[in-house]
């Protein structure tokens, strides 16, 4: 947003009485001299004004120049120097410079420094140079002049003097830390500051620490007095702390600078003469002033301990000056450190001066080594850069090595080039050596030979091969310097650069005699056209060097934008030729580099700095920490903790006493297999834990199959892991990195080389010698926290061998372990689980327990060292169990336990390694290891299994539906949350501890058996117990709560204790913060943290604006968005926290910050901003979860169905609660996950819709939800609806059928009493007080009647009941029955002597019997006292589901939603389908169809089946209709294959499966064919056509049989005769066919199937129409639509009832492709919250209410599309002109065109409707944008009409165009009318002239000069009034620096008059001066006198 041209430069009005008084001042001296001063004054201000003018005409830019400046992206270059021409115009140009340069660079450098820092040593570069020229593009080349130094000399700081920058107005990008470093820098600059000054400054310093010395800076500082003379960075350690300071000492100008007075104003001496004036300070010199501040404080800092380096300009001799010498006195001394250093003094320091006058001044605690003085010329100045090395210790007091890199891989795969080359060496060496051969040897001779003997061969072999792929990868590429981006440009002279340099080698080996071979290079330089090479002397040779070095210096800046213009000439040539592939590419290089950089500088700006390899380390010791600082030190302290890190699991039962002969190290002995076969005696000393351990391995052993996993690798399996590995991951130890295998997956004979050497070591269980040896790579995951304990260790194995592990344990394994379903349920670190899944569980279960009010612990146990504590033997058994071969367990064990680690740190890799051997092995799976997460996870199987076999789970049963699901525990790797639930409702909070204690001891001693430990300092628990107040339940608070102390097993015996926290206590896990009691508002409130901590750093680091929008989008709100799948909250609440992150977000984003919320929140569709809506955010993540995990095998689905079973059971609805109103409502739910959900769902008009069969069943025929009719009348209030609901639950009661008895109409009595449930459904624990007793029966009373009977009977059971069913009767009435249990009863004879009616039957005489009785009809009975007679009130029959088996074409028949079926047509009955499939002789075909220009909204799908062995064949279409944005060709696809699996489940529905079956589907469309394979694969959450895919997954789970997709090309008949095809490939083109004709027939006779398919669980919908992609995508649009509709209205923006009219669909596509910041600038617009002046009258006061171009009053939003200015009206037309030639591109209709450019033109004041008439086709589109109005047209708001009327067009005129499209055309040309407009009247107002300064700055610098004219020179001292004696003529006609100058001096003239006690002397204040000065008309002014005499005339 503009500012309305405020800046440092321009200047503020003095005050009106101050205006008042000169005025009287100025009358006064009118009066007494006559009118001299007056004409004085006049004379000086017509001069000045005339120079003004002058100047004025001169730079005032064209409208065209103003117009293309606004508009500018690119910066144009001119004189590429690409033709040979041009190149020798150059040189010879430039010899004459070069020929000069040579010469003053004779004198060489003075000392010494090395080339490469050496270790332990800080490097600093200062040097005066002389002007930065941040906006001289001729001198640009100075920055990377410093950048090239600073990389050749690798130093650590920059220390800067006279940068000749006003650091206040650079921009972002011309940040230091940006143009010199990176964001990770600190950077301090400084210059004067105490007056206006122009972009560029005399003097000035900055200082600069580089990334690494960074991480040691304290603070920075500058000069307290403003005037930039010296800053400093202060940096150490605890123990040393050091000032680096950077200062410029001013100097006296010289007489030639003195000659011009005005010269001498420029120079930093003037800047502190005025200074010094203006404060008053005296007659003290600017030297003598700098001193005197300069030594007091390098005085204070001295005695306050600090050393002290400063490097200065001093600007005087700096071993006998007289501030050097200050410096050497005793209370400072400091020494000049290049004598010290080098033993003679400093050379002269400026290229014309004699004597050295830059120095390096140092305390004596400071150790300089070396100091370095280049020559004259070798640096970005005229002054010799310095470069000085100082001992780290002596400066930070602290160890400063010199960090080793890894080193860098020549072989990149992404480089088609080098992949090439490096296969072609490598292919060569192996055939040439017989590779092969010998592989086929090996494997032929693996069964003959020892193992000692094979491993021999194996490792020689392996040790040729891999000096074979490093030969390779040394000859594929050459390393090259990436100092300058490539382009034929920079080509060109590198190429050049490089012949020379060459040329100089050979005429030096010619000159020794040596013989040179030239042909070759006497080829190159003709091509390069260097004539007669060998004729050129070294001098020569030299300065052409030096002249391509000068060319490449100058290219630097530019090379990026020249690569980019390379690249798009790459793509207009691809084009011409049709390489389509190469566009595609080179199209692809370009998004790439460009996110690339972008999100290089998001990164930099947003996230902290990462922690690097240590180069010291810190141990904790009880003595107190202990530093280590040397390599050694590090390398022996990091490699005993992590040996006894790898031997923690040393100490596991199994590996101790009698089991450790009995299984060894490795499980590999015959006990091993006894225990897995069953047959193992286990010995008494066994412990019980372990042996539980043995026994779950049994299990799973004898439930898995047992088909033994193959270790066999296969060449495909090589290949497509290897192709799609990333190359650049890190590995290994021997430098065979996983490049070298990812080029090989490209090579099918290296592959089969590759696959039949793992396979060999698999099978033999002999690794390779290589393998043993791992790399440790050592991170701080905190930058600076270098405590050894809390660094991250990643150990990098060897690529093959990783690979190995991965396949054979985390693919196969896994595979076979899912398809058994042996992974427990609780493990959550599993293949489509997400860490959040674990959080949801958790909350669920809270949900669940505050919900049935039971009591629940909550144990969080985390895991200690996790995969490094794992006891060998016992992973061994477990992966045996897991039926992994034993060869290859041993092969990866035996590997880890004597790998050899090599430690990487800061100082490389050390030499010597660390690890185990057979006898002392290391235990553990590897952090890094490919098969620790699957190893861990069988070994955590059997630690779950152990576990329940203790009894342990908290089961579940569904609250309705009795679904049973067992929890145990939530273990996310080593993150473990028990879930313990009371076994009773009547437990005491005693014994249910007592049972916390028992689960808890029990898990930790299950962990020590397997060799891990429990970290007691991440363990705590909750425990949820109740009370009851006035019979509501509340949870007990931790004072409330008994003080219990619950204990956890540990290693040295003692158990520790973990503490209790409050259920309102938020503790993380798993990245959420949550408690038991639901509260997520700590989780927000950290997210919220996280968030405002990214947009601080964003702001400080000034990234720019479009950049930050995207890390705004794509890495914060993930960030602040995580968990919320999980969590509950208040929508307004999260709203709230939101807001104020926006708020905060929205200045670095350049938005005003007070923008409403309406166009933050609003989607680009409505023209908002798009920030995301939290509460959508929030929901979306829900329904995406819901969809993804309802009704799946997963712990997150079972939940899920688990709790809301209990959440429908406590609001006692019938109907599904989400649909019901939640404001209504809400009150008979806890607060919880589907609480939320609901109100959510309610809150943005969601319709979600579950299948009838996850709704509570009603029991009988009439029957209804208690609470249901309770909810439907105004007779209860809603706290009786809660009494109700309590009683309702504690009697376990849902419908009338459970409170009548079998007649259907008498309430049972027990209803009326306070007896509890004996229910079978799962009802809440609730104690109802004696007033909800009367309130329930009161209730029961209006439900019925007052005599308790129904009006209306219920009819016939169509539901098991669920109260307890004990009283049968028999089908002739004569015997009845009571159970008793499962297999006894007793049974009653009807008594015939009683009195019996039809309403009352007597039985007695019971009798005990043993067996089954039948239970077809319920009876309601009533007992005498006795118990001996029982009278039967009333009997009905039970509900008994049908049997009937039902043929194919009746199964057809019965299915849901006959649409679907309709066009089903088959040969015979159908049921040769079933027998093909059973014989697998059936072929299956789908395909769809999609034709935009038939219909945009319908697609259509055919699919026929064909029995091969009978020719029989069935086919059936689909037709829907859906919307635009959903129907599409895939969609169509989609159908398809969901028809195919509808019509498989109808054929096997009832049938036997053969296990032999394997359908197989086939489709022409790879999308489909992807799904269909991967069902489990969860889809993302913007997946496109997501509802039909996860149904079509869900099918292909459930698929009766194992089906397998295949592809078929399609369209085959347009290629091949119908006789050259397959059946499969006829079948698909016969669907085309059909579904073709399907569409055509639908779409004339408006017949479509109903798009709500059978058996879809969850359909979610809004406004009725059904989501079909993205959630949050769907639901903003709708939202959007809701809010903008009101907006609009309110705002008179659109008419009544128009925003339907208005094709917002375009809006959206439009501002979704465009630029972001063209979106942001778009909102702006409509918003009003831009930079006019209207608002920013507002924010400011001051800003004048006028359009800068026409001077309208006031400048609102709309007058940007409205000003007619000539000049902005010529551009407006201009852009309708472009308009217009792009409506003719696109074969607009003319006429449209001619209205459309008439209308434009004249600005909307001649209707459109009247330029056309009533007849013309467009009339009806002129009157709906006459209604619409101008500017919704100019802002992108048309009518939907015009895609109507260019639909029609297209139609008319038979075009090849799509109406949509040019829509989106048309607004965005409309819009980019409206931003020119904006941009052009920017240009006008902030467009900077040749002095950096906008227009109206211009204007306020000189009205502020004019103001200074009145200056009487008697106030002036007598050395000032040569100020008003000036040209001002050429004053006004020079530059704004020159103005500036000029009043600076008058301010300091002033002041130093006021000083001096001058009368009269009150001067001007230098203020900042906005509005034009007041006009002179007080008492004596010229314009008083007048006024008087034409009021006395």
């Not at 005339?50 to 508009?71: C, L, Q």
């Not at 689905?1197 to 989400?1218: D, H, P």
Request: a positive charge.
């Amino acid at each position: 947003m503009g500012n309305g041209g405020t800046s440092n430069v321009s200047y503020r009005s003095a005050q009106t009485d101050s205006n008042a008084t000169r005025s009287q001042s100025r009358a006064g001296r009118f009066r007494s001299d006559g009118g001299r001063y007056l004409q004085q004054v006049q004379s000086r201000l017509r001069a000045f004004k005339r120079g003004t003018s002058r100047r004025n005409r001169r730079i005032h830019p064209t409208t065209a120049e103003v117009d293309s400046r606004s508009n500018q992206q690119f910066s144009q270059l001119s004189g590429d120097a690409t033709s040979e021409p041009h190149i020798a115009t150059t040189l010879a140009s430039e010899q004459a410079v070069v020929d000069r340069l040579v010469e003053e660079m004779h004198d060489g450098g003075y000392g010494f420094v090395e080339g490469r820092k050496p270790s332990d040593i800080i490097r600093l570069m200062g040097e005066n140079v002389n002007n930065l020229s941040l906006y001289d593009e001729t001198r640009a080349w100075k920055i990377p002049k410093i950048k090239e130094i600073n990389k050749r000399y690798q130093t650590d700081g920059l220390l800067l003097q006279e940068c000749g920058t006003d650091f206040r107005q650079i921009s972002s990008d011309q940040a230091l830390d940006v143009l010199l470093g990176d964001s990770d820098c600190r950077v301090v600059t400084a210059n004067n500051v105490t007056e206006a000054s122009a972009r560029t400054q005399y003097g000035g310093v900055a200082a600069l620490n580089f990334p690494r010395l960074a991480g040691f800076t304290l603070e920075t500082g500058k000069d307290s007095t403003g005037l930039g003379r010296w800053v400093y960075t202060y940096v150490g350690t605890s123990t040393r702390k050091t000032r680096i300071i950077t200062a410029y000492r001013p100097v006296k100008p010289s007489r030639s600078q003195l000659k011009g007075r005005q010269r001498g104003w420029y120079t930093v001496w003037s800047q502190h003469r005025r200074y010094i004036r203006k404060k008053g300070l005296g007659n003290i010199s600017p030297r003598a002033l700098f001193s005197q501040d300069l030594v007091k404080q390098l005085l204070s800092w001295k005695n306050a301990g600090d050393e002290i380096i400063l490097f200065m300009d001093v600007n005087d001799h700096v071993y006998k000056g007289r501030l050097p010498l200050r410096f050497a006195e005793r209370d400072l001394m400091m020494t000049e450190r290049f004598l010290t250093s080098n033993g003679f003094e400093a050379p002269n320091s400026y290229y014309r001066g004699t004597k050295p006058i830059t120095g390096c001044f140092c305390s004596q605690g400071i150790d300089c080594v070396n100091v370095y003085a280049s020559p004259h010329r070798a640096g970005a100045g005229d002054h010799r850069y310095w470069i000085m090395d100082f001992d780290a210790k002596s400066v930070l007091g602290a160890g400063y090595p010199h960090l080793v890199r890894p080193k860098g891989r020549r072989l990149k795969c992404v480089v088609k080039r080098t992949r090439v080359a490096y296969l072609r060496r490598l292919r060569k060496l192996t055939e040439r050596h017989k590779m092969y051969s010998k592989m086929k040897l090996l494997h032929d001779n693996a069964d003959t030979v020892s193992p000692r003997q094979m491993s021999i061969a194996m490792n020689k072999w392996d040790r040729e091969n891999a000096e074979h792929k490093l030969s390779s990868e040394e000859h594929c590429n050459q390393f090259k310097n990436d100092y300058i981006e490539f382009s034929p440009q920079t080509n060109l002279w590198i190429k050049r650069r490089d012949l020379y340099k060459q040329l100089r080698s050979i005429n030096a080996r010619l000159k020794l005699g040596k013989q040179v071979n030239v042909t070759h290079f006497a080829r190159s330089c003709a091509v390069a056209d260097i004539q007669n090479p060998f004729s050129l002397t070294d001098r020569e040779i030299g300065d052409r060097i030096e002249a391509c070095r000068a060319r490449l210096r100058e290219l630097q800046p530019v090379a990026p934008m020249l690569r980019i213009e390379h690249l798009r000439d790459c793509i207009h040539r691809a084009k011409e030729r049709g390489d389509m592939k190469a566009v595609v590419r080179i199209r692809q290089i370009l998004r790439n580099e460009k996110l690339r950089r972008r999100w290089r500088g998001v990164h930099k700006s947003t996230k902290p700095r990462r922690g690097g390899a240590p180069t010291s380390i810190k141990i904790k010791h009880p003595t107190g920490d202990v530093q280590y600082d040397t390599r050694e030190e590090i390398e022996e302290q990091a490699g005993r903790l992590l040996t006894d890190r790898f031997q923690l699991a040393r100490d596991a039962p199994i590996c101790n006493g009698s089991l450790f002969d009995d299984f060894g190290y490795l499980g590999d002995t015959a006990c091993t297999r006894a225990i897995l076969e069953g047959t193992y005696e286990y010995p008494p000393e066994m412990d019980d834990h372990t042996r539980l351990l043995c026994e779950e391995a049994h299990r799973i052993f004898s439930v898995k199959s047992t088909e033994e996993i193959s270790n066999y690798v296969d060449s495909d399996d090589f290949q497509y892991f290897w192709q799609h590995a990333d190359e650049f991951i890190q590995s290994s130890h021997s430098h065979i990195h996983f490049g070298h295998y990812k080029a090989i997956a490209h090579d099918r004979y290296l592959s089969a080389l590759e696959a039949s050497k793992l396979s060999l070591a698999a099978t033999t269980g002999i690794p390779m010698e290589r393998w043993g040896s791992a790399l440790t790579v050592l991170l701080e995951k905190e930058f600076g926290n270098i405590y050894l304990e809390k660094m991250r260790a990643i150990c990098l194995l060897e690529a093959d061998f990783n690979w190995l592990n991965k396949l054979v344990f985390a693919k196969r394994m896994m595979d076979q372990a899912y398809d058994n379903g042996l992974v427990p349920v609780e493990q959550f670190a599993r293949r489509g689980v997400q860490a959040s899944h674990g959080v949801l569980c958790k909350v669920l279960f809270c949900d669940m327990m505050r919900a049935l009010h039971e009591m629940a612990g909550i144990p969080s146990v985390d895991l200690g060292n996790c995969y490094d504590a794992v006891a060998h033997p016992i992973a061994s058994i477990a992966l045996q169990a897991f039926q992994v071969p034993l060869t290859t367990i041993v092969l990866s064990l035996s590997v880890l336990q004597t790998m050899t680690f090599f430690l990487r740190t800061g100082y490389g890799v050390s030499t010597c390694g660390y690890g185990g051997t057979p006898g002392d092995p290391t235990f553990g799976l590897g952090q890094g290891n490919g098969m620790a997460p699957s190893g861990f996870s069988a070994v955590s199987s059997l630690m779950i299994g152990a576990f329940q076999r203790l009894g342990h789970a908290s089961d579940f049963s569904g609250a309705w539906s009795g679904l049973l699901f067992c929890l145990a525990a939530i273990i996310y790797v080593d993150d473990t949350d028990l879930l313990l639930r009371s076994k009773s409702r009547d437990l005491t909070m005693d014994q249910f501890f007592d049972d916390c204690q028992t689960a808890v001891t029990d898990w930790g001693s299950i962990v020590l058996s397997t060799g891990g430990y429990l970290k007691a300092g991440k363990c705590f628990w909750y425990m949820m117990a109740w009370k009851w107040v006035k019979g509501v339940p509340q949870l007990r608070s931790l004072r409330q709560l008994p003080k219990y102390t619950l204990t956890i097993p540990q290693k040295s015996g003692s158990p520790a204790p973990i503490p209790l926290r409050d259920v309102g206590d938020a503790e993380e896990t798993l990245g959420v913060w949550s408690c038991p009691d639901g509260d997520f508002g700590v989780h927000i409130e950290k997210k919220m943290e996280v968030g405002h901590l990214w947009v601080e750093r964003l702001r400080r680091n000034k990234c720019p604006p479009a950049d930050g929008w995207l890390g705004f989008r794509y890495s914060l709100i993930p960030k602040v968005t995580y968990g919320f799948a999980a969590i509950t909250i208040d929508p307004v609440l999260l709203e709230w926290h939101f807001q104020k992150l926006y708020k905060d977000v929205l200045s670095p984003l350049r938005v005003n910050e007070h923008i409403t919320k309406f166009y933050r929140m609003a989607p680009k569709r409505v023209m908002g901003l798009g920030m995301p809506n939290p509460g959508i955010k929030m929901l979306a993540y829900k329904l995406h979860l819901l969809q993804t995990e309802w009704n799946q095998p997963t712990s997150a689905g079972r939940m899920l169905q688990q709790s809301l079973e209990i959440f429908q059971m406590e609001t006692g609805l019938s109907t599904n609660v989400i649909e019901q109103d939640y404001e209504r409502f809400e009150s008979l739910a806890t607060g919880g996950w589907w609480k939320q959900f609901w109100c959510l769902c309610h809150r943005y008009d969601v319709q979600f819709r579950l299948g009838k069969k996850w709704l509570i069943p009603l029991l009988r025929v009439g029957d209804k939800a208690i609470m249901d009719m309770i909810c439907s009348t105004d007779l209860f209030p809603r706290s009786d609806w809660r009494a109700i609901n309590r009683v309702r639950k504690f009697k376990g009661v849902h419908s009338l059928a459970d409170i009548v008895l079998c007649d259907g109409r008498t309430v049972d009595p027990w209803v009326l009493t306070t007896e509890s449930s004996d229910s079978s459904r799962v009802f809440s624990v609730e104690k109802p007080t004696r007033s909800d007793f009367a309130t329930f029966r009161r209730a029961v009373t209006y439900l019925t009647s007052p005599s308790h009977r129904l009006q209306t009977p219920l009819g016939a059971y169509v539901n098991k009941p669920h109260r307890r069913d004990d009283w049968f009767i028999s089908e002739d009435h004569t015997i009845l029955y009571r159970s008793k249990s499962e297999s006894s009863y007793v049974q009653y004879v009807r008594n015939e002597s009683a009195r019996n009616t039809r309403f009352s039957l007597s039985f007695s005489d019971p009798t005990d019997m043993v067996g089954q009785f039948p239970r077809s009809i319920r009876a309601s009975v009533q007992l005498d006292d006795g118990g001996s007679e029982v009278k039967v009130h009333s009997v009905a029959r039970t509900f008994c589901p049908p049997t009937h088996r039902l043929s194919f074409l009746e199964r057809i028949r019965a299915q849901p939603n006959q649409t679907l079926w309709r066009t089903f047509v088959t040969d015979g009955d159908g049921s040769w389908i079933y027998e093909s499939l059973l014989n697998n002789t059936l072929v299956m075909m789908s395909d769809g169809a999609y034709e935009p220009l038939l219909a945009e909204d319908v697609c259509s799908c055919a699919m026929i089946v064909m029995c091969t062995r009978t020719g029989q064949r069935a086919s059936l279409t689909w037709v829907e209709r859906s919307d635009r944005a959903s129907a599409d060709n895939y969609r169509a696809e989609i159908l398809g294959g969901i028809a195919l699996q509808l019509l498989v489940k109808v054929a096997c529905e009832g049938k036997y499966l053969s296990p032999s079956m394997s359908p197989r589907f086939g489709c022409d469309n790879k999308g489909v064919v992807h799904h269909g394979n991967h069902p489990w694969r969860p889809l993302p959450a913007n997946q496109g056509q997501a509802d039909v895919l996860r149904y079509y997954q869900n099918l292909v789970r459930n698929c009766p049989a194992k089906c397998k997709m295949y592809h078929v090309h399609g369209h085959l008949d347009r290629y091949l005769r119908r006789d050259e095809m397959t059946p499969a490939e006829i079948l698909n083109c016969d669907c085309d066919l059909l579904a073709g004709a399907a569409l055509h027939w639908a779409v004339e006779h408006n017949c479509y199937i109903d798009r709500f398919l059978p058996g879809e669980d969850i359909v979610v919908s809004l406004n009725g129409c059904k989501v079909t992609g993205s959630y949050e995508r769907a639901i903003t649009r709708h939202w959007g639509d809701k809010v903008g509709r009101e907006h609009y209205y309110v705002k008179d923006i659109i008419p009544p009832g128009m925003f339907d009219d208005v094709y917002w669909d375009g809006v959206e596509k439009v501002l979704t492709s465009c630029p972001e910041m063209f979106s942001v600038w778009a909102t702006k617009q409509v918003s009003g919250f831009f930079g006019n002046n209207h608002l920013l009258r507002h924010i400011n006061g001051h800003t004048v209410d006028v359009c800068p171009n026409c001077g309208c009053h006031p400048e609102r939003p709309q007058h940007i599309i409205f000003c007619r200015d000539p000049a902005r009206s010529a551009v407006f037309d201009s852009s309708v002109d472009k308009l217009v030639e792009w409506l003719a591109s696109q074969r607009t209709d003319a006429s449209l065109t001619l209205l459309l450019s008439e209308y434009l033109r004249n600005r909307g004041d001649v209707p459109m409707s009247s330029l056309c008439t009533p007849r013309s086709d467009y009339y009806e589109l002129a009157e709906m944008v006459d209604s619409l109005g101008f500017r919704n047209l100019l802002e992108g708001r048309i009518p939907t009409l015009f895609y109507d009327t260019r639909l029609a067009d297209i139609k008319r005129r038979n075009l090849n165009k799509h109406a949509g499209h040019w829509c989106n055309g048309l607004i965005l040309r409309l819009l980019q009318i409206t931003h020119r407009q904006w941009t052009y009247r920017n240009g006008t107002v902030h467009l900077r002239g040749p002095d950096g300064l906008t227009t109206k700055q211009t204007q306020a610098l000189a009205q502020r000069c004019e103001d200074l004219l009145w200056t009487d020179p008697s106030t002036l001292l007598d050395e000032d009034r040569y100020l008003l004696d000036l040209d001002f003529d050429a004053l006004g006609d020079g530059t704004a620096v020159s103005r500036q100058m000029w009043i600076s001096e008058m301010e300091a003239a002033s002041a130093a008059a006021r000083t001096a006690g001058l009368e009269g002397a009150d001067g001007f204040e230098s203020t900042t001066f906005h509005h034009s000065p007041h006009p002179i008309d007080t008492e004596g002014s010229i314009r008083f006198r007048r006024r008087r005499r034409r009021r006395s005339g």
